[in-house]
């Protein structure tokens, strides 16, 4: 088990806290604050509870070099917006200066300081260990709360750590705690719904799962090259030709595992990828030649989301169609509310499909939404994340 902010007392100690405050930017205008708004109770804790903070982020892909459009100092101004209390932003274009270090030993219980992006410094992506004994200097314990960057090595995500006592904040807490007892000690059955567009970035997650799930859903574009490894002919439907192989052989690995391993029996094609395109339900082995595939159809609807009420746990990542396309949509939205019905624990990583129950209002139904979506996926594959690594024991 990795330490929280739980694990510290905190009274007269400063926390150097990594969040993610990568939020849309229109001008100096937040578009979306919900990012903020999660960092608030980690941040609430520790002043409560008598620290103070220096605070650090990055937004955007400055590239290592201070541009104005990049900078913090909208953030600066919601989050003491949201806080109810000032916090003061201390701009440098090195990041961290002596002008920095100063106003971070001048901080008083209670308060909070944000530092500049830490992209403006080419250091921070290469973890670089000068930039981080820089942040590291800035106070007593690192607090790592951004699971969206925790999958990179990183000067503030895990650099930081080589120099002072590292924990995490209540959102990677609840991150480990749904996305790893999901994964690593899930009630069961135990179902894994996997969708999306290409099989190549899923490979590694649909291989982790192989080992642990009961039955394996999959659906989506990817189900094209399965049933291209299976000798059917797809039409124009996405053909991911460098996973052809690598789907049969998940099918062989499948079938030797005993896990149950569920493809779609009907699907829904278009002409054209277009939601105006006209439309049809085919079995999977009769798709036409001029047609695409973009939804699973109704059959297979009932046959997955038969399936997922036997299911205690499941972890979804990846659509079942192209579900910006309402047309299309019909087969995640189906899932979606399926998950949101069962009594069981459901967890969704991968940003797409976080933005598709989101779509459909059900984002509140959901046991756990996890907010990284590169992260998440390095999570399933079964990798440590190096954010996470670095964070001290219990
Ligand atoms: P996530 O972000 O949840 O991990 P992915 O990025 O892997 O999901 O995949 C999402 C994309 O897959 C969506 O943009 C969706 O439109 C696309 N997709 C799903 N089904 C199909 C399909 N049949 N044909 C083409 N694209 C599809
Ligand atoms: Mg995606």
Request: charged share 25%; glycine share 10%.
């Amino acid at each position: 088990m990795k330490k929280t902010i739980r694990d510290v007392d905190w009274a007269g100690k400063r926390a150097v806290m990594r969040c993610d405050f990568n939020v849309p930017l229109d001008g100096d205008v937040i578009t979306d604050d919900i990012r903020i708004k999660a960092a608030l109770p980690s941040i609430e804790y520790l002043l409560e509870n008598g620290a103070s903070i220096v605070l650090m982020s990055h937004l955007g892909r400055p590239k290592g070099e201070p541009k104005p459009e990049f900078s913090l100092a909208p953030v600066a101004k919601r989050l003491s917006e949201l806080l109810g209390k000032e916090v003061k932003f201390v701009p440098s274009d090195d990041v961290v200066d002596d002008n920095v270090k100063a106003a971070a030993a001048e901080l008083k219980a209670g308060e909070a300081m944000l530092i500049e992006n830490v992209r403006f410094k080419a250091g921070e992506t290469k973890n670089d260990p000068d930039f981080a004994k820089d942040l590291a200097s800035l106070g007593d314990i690192f607090v790592m709360d951004a699971f969206g960057s925790a999958h990179r090595a990183h000067s503030s995500t895990a650099g930081i750590a080589d120099y002072i006592p590292a924990v995490s904040g209540f959102l990677i807490e609840k991150e480990l705690k749904f996305l790893g007892e999901a994964v690593n000690d899930p009630q069961r059955p135990f179902a894994a719904v996997m969708g999306g567009a290409k099989v190549k970035d899923k490979i590694p997650v649909i291989t982790n799962l192989l080992d642990k799930v009961d039955i394996l859903i999959v659906g989506g574009g990817m189900v094209y090259t399965f049933f291209k490894s299976q000798g059917y002919s797809i039409g124009k439907s996405l053909l991911d030709e460098e996973g052809l192989e690598l789907a049969g052989d998940i099918m062989k690995l499948a079938a030797e595992k005993g896990v149950k391993f569920m493809l779609p029996v009907d699907v829904v094609c278009a002409d054209e990828f277009s939601n105006d395109s006209p439309y049809a339900t085919y079995d999977v082995d009769e798709i036409p030649d001029d047609k695409m595939g973009l939804d699973i159809g109704a059959e297979t609807i009932k046959l997955f989301t038969d399936a997922l009420k036997t299911a205690k746990t499941v972890v979804w990542n990846g659509p079942m169609g192209v579900f910006e396309m309402d047309n299309f949509a019909v087969g995640t939205k189906a899932i979606a509310e399926c998950l949101a019905e069962i009594d069981a624990t459901t967890v969704i990583g991968g940003g797409d499909s976080a933005a598709a129950v989101a779509k459909f209002g059900l984002a509140d139904k959901m046991t756990h939404i996890s907010t990284g979506g590169g992260a998440s996926l390095e999570f399933l594959e079964g990798k440590e994340l190096p954010g996470i690594a670095v964070l001290d024991d219990k």
